[in-house]
């Protein structure tokens, strides 16, 4: 399970803010590249859920433009999800109960993600909270959320393929 180990650290210790200044440049490792291309897809979608939750009359605007996104990008977003799967049930060794474990640990992480990343959100205040969901559905129409190209170090070692 180290893989798992490296997706959970890196998910855990990325945000909103982190993002934008992280690295764009690979590590070389399958498994923390796809967590960085990954987390950023869920990082997407916990974003607009946040601003929806705190804002509802941005629900619409919000699940609009993440569905247009999510539409846009759907080939390589089943391609991450594709390999994310391979990968939980090759950590599994193939054991069905080790694989659903695998997945709700990830769950897990992802969980504990979301609540960093609305903390982060909220730390300027009231003011830059309510900005930075405002420009959710611009932000997904930025080049930044076209990740295949944005992250295309991560994406060229994630697509060589995970090692035996």
Known sequence: MQKLAALVLFLLSCSLFAQDKYSTNSTGDYATDLGQVYGAIRMA??????????HPDQIQSNTAAFKQWRL???PFMQEM???FTTMAWRESGGD???YVKFLTDVETAFDGYRTVLKSQMETNGPEAFANQCNIYPRYLASERMDLEHYYAEQVAVIRKGQPK
């Open 96 to 98: 069905p109960q080790k």
């Open 81 to 83: 999800e594709k390999h």
């Open 72 to 74: 846009r990008y759907l």
């Open 45 to 54: 979608k916990f974003m607009g859920e946040i601003c929806s939750e705190s």
